[in-house]
């Protein structure tokens, strides 16, 4: 038996019925959330530069990204906003939106401010690693090596991050997330020259001496593995050079 609520005493079944068949028929198409309106050209922006579709040291055509995603210049801005806070684009009044460079500096920089903070995060959390720590390092270092032989990048370097999430899970740093994702996401997310087997081997190498360091219990030789050598640019330069597309031609005067 349908459910009769209070109207259906006043005006009768068969009218309520029409009204609801009205409403029905009437009823305006839902709009987008604004949120995800704004994720969705946030998201594109972010696939476009990975791509290699948005160049660093370009401007960006906003009427033309609007158009091409038929959306209103609203929710652009509020994807702007989100790439600006993250260090991917720079917002110049009168003169447009600017998409940020990757140059030595700044990876020089990066790996300076990553390496810090996980060397500190692993001395704070190494008293917290056991055996079972030790078999997700192992896994994880293990699968890396099969991805990377497979030249499977894309997913060698979401195994990558989780490997060093390991150990940084366990920290109690609240701002662990807002710090090294944005960085994580300027290093990785630009589109790059090629990748080099030999570079990521000798990564994994270094994983390798690391997890030896944990189950040894030397604490001193893990954390001065990350601090010293896993980010140290000096060590990774010639391969930096390969890795990034530094252009210096293609860069225009912010």
Known sequence: ??????????????????????????????????????????QYLKDAMS???LRYGEFLDQDGI???LEVSKTPLRDALIRLEAEGFVTILPRKGVYINP?????????YQIIGSIEAD?????FDK???YHVRLFEASNEKQWELL???????YYDENIRFHNIFLSLSENTLLEQTLIPLRRRLYDFPRRQYSYEWEAMNL????????????GNRQAAVSIFRIEHWSYEVHKKYLKLYYDFDQKRLVSA
């Open 1 to 42: 038996m349908a459910h009769r609520g209070p109207n259906s005493y006043i005006n009768g079944r068969k009218t309520v019925k029409r009204t609801r068949t009205a409403v029905k028929e009437t009823a305006p198409k839902e709009e987008p959330r604004p949120d995800s309106l704004r994720e969705r050209v946030y």
């Open 51 to 53: 791509a290699g579709k």
């Open 66 to 68: 609007c158009e091409t």
């Open 102 to 110: 990757i140059t030595p500096s700044f990876i020089k920089s990066a």
């Open 121 to 125: 995060c692993l001395n704070e959390v």
């Open 129 to 131: 690693l056991t055996a």
């Open 149 to 155: 032989k497979k030249n499977d990048y894309v997913n």
């Open 205 to 216: 190498n270094t994983h390798q001496r690391f997890i030896d360091s944990v189950k040894l």
